[in-house]
């Protein structure tokens, strides 16, 4: 089945797409999908090191750090390691209603 493909010009006037523009996006469609894991692992990432940051406190030679925060806090550094495909990055940036991160590896224990 084929669908006509769409864009609107400089003037604003949607027009259909000729052949070297659908090859184009459907290119630039394809790298954008392909790239999906890479951008959701980046954003794991630096939800990681956010709460990481969080505790980070408690690292000074000065404080005694609880094993269960040690022990989440090595929980969070092993996630790339434990987490390798895109349906867990789903479930690890799954958010409620309210925008909360779901997953109980984010909270702090």
């Known amino acids: 089945m084929s669908?006509?493909?769409?864009?609107?010009?400089?003037?604003?006037?949607?027009?259909?797409m000729n052949s070297d523009e659908k090859t184009t996006?459907?290119?630039?469609?394809?790298?954008?999908?392909?790239?999906?894991?890479?951008?959701?692992?980046?954003?794991?990432?630096?939800?990681r090191l956010q709460k990481l940051i969080e505790t980070d406190y408690l690292a000074n030679s000065d404080?005694?750090?609880?094993?269960?925060?040690?022990?989440?806090?090595?929980?969070?550094?092993?996630?790339?390691?434990n987490h390798t495909d895109e349906n867990a990055y789903d479930l690890l940036l799954a958010r409620n209603d309210a925008g909360e991160l779901t997953h109980s590896i984010w909270s702090k224990p």
Do not use: C, F, H
């Open 63 to 81: 404080v005694v750090m609880p094993d269960n925060i040690k022990t989440w806090r090595q929980s969070l550094r092993d996630i790339p390691a």
């Open 3 to 16: 669908t006509t493909s769409y864009k609107i010009n400089d003037n604003g006037i949607i027009r259909e």
């Open 25 to 47: 996006k459907d290119a630039q469609n394809k790298k954008w999908n392909d790239e999906s894991a890479t951008r959701k692992i980046t954003e794991i990432k630096k939800i």
